[in-house]
């Protein structure tokens, strides 16, 4: 006794001779109904899944479920669109939910964009930080090579201090050698005119 379409399709029966690989959205059309109650469906049947090579997932439908087998570019439209059309329709039903939501995505925004003010005014800190770092650094080496000029400066002046006490030490000496000089010479004069006529002869015939 053979098994009617009806029974094989109350059982789910999935056998791979005949069965079809196809995409969520192909089986919705093929089914005429919405991707949301072809997801339903699939889990209720326990349908083997798998990804295909455009990364889009596929389902192993029996050939009674699939219909005519795979549908065509316009029910696949077709049923996206209803799918769609079903979930506008349920946030409408829930105006709450969609307020919401709402709500959700201004105040994300809003903490967004305060979070990308604080980041902005960070980087504007470390950058004043930054230059008022580079500023004292600058300023530190200025003050570092001014001393270094004031040291030499002064080392310099020292060593001409020297120098000139040296040569004055030096003037003074000569002058003092010369005055002394010239007190001996005067003496000698002095007392050569103090010897008479005859006295001064003498000497000078002694050589004097």
């Given at each position: 006794?053979?098994?009617?379409?009806?029974?094989?399709?109350?059982?789910?029966?999935?056998?791979?001779?005949?069965?079809?690989?196809?995409?969520?959205a192909?089986?919705?059309?093929?089914?005429?109904?919405?991707?949301?109650?072809?997801?339903?469906?699939?889990r209720?049947?326990?349908?083997?899944?798998?990804?295909?090579d455009?990364?889009?997932?596929?389902?192993?439908?029996?050939r009674?479920w699939?219909?005519d087998?795979?549908?065509?570019?316009?029910?696949?439209?077709?049923?996206?669109?209803?799918?769609r059309?079903?979930?506008?329709?349920?946030?409408?039903?829930?105006?709450?939910?969609?307020?919401?939501l709402?709500?959700?995505?201004?105040?994300?925004?809003?903490?967004?964009?305060?979070?990308?003010?604080?980041?902005?005014?960070?980087?504007?800190?470390?950058?004043?930080?930054?230059?008022?770092?580079?500023?004292?650094?600058?300023?530190?080496?200025?003050?570092?090579?001014?001393?270094?000029?004031?040291?030499?400066?002064?080392?310099?002046?020292?060593?001409?201090?020297?120098?000139?006490?040296?040569?004055?030490?030096?003037?003074?000496?000569?002058?003092?050698?010369?005055?002394?000089?010239?007190?001996?010479?005067?003496?000698?004069?002095a007392?050569?005119?103090?010897?008479?006529?005859?006295?001064?002869?003498?000497?000078?015939w002694?050589?004097?």
């Open positions: 006794m053979g098994v009617s379409a009806t029974a094989m399709l109350e059982s789910g029966y999935t056998g791979m001779s005949d069965s079809v690989w196809m995409t969520k192909e089986f919705a059309a093929a089914r005429r109904i919405s991707i949301g109650s072809a997801n339903r469906l699939i209720q049947r326990r349908w083997q899944r798998q990804p295909g455009d990364g889009r997932i596929r389902v192993l439908v029996p009674l699939a219909e087998g795979v549908s065509s570019s316009a029910a696949v439209t077709a049923a996206l669109m209803q799918s059309s079903e979930a506008t329709t349920g946030c409408d039903g829930h105006p709450g939910i969609v307020d919401t709402r709500e959700t995505v201004i105040r994300l925004q809003a903490e967004t964009e305060l979070a990308r003010s604080g980041c902005r005014r960070l980087a504007l800190e470390r950058d004043d930080e930054r230059q008022a770092r580079m500023a004292a650094e600058h300023a530190l080496s200025e003050a570092r090579q001014q001393a270094e000029e004031a040291i030499r400066a002064a080392e310099a002046l020292r060593k001409a201090k020297e120098i000139a006490a040296a040569e004055e030490r030096a003037e003074q000496i000569t002058r003092e050698a010369a005055f002394a000089q010239l007190r001996r010479l005067t003496e000698a004069t007392a050569r005119r103090s010897l008479g006529l005859w006295g001064r002869l003498r000497l000078a002694r050589g004097e």
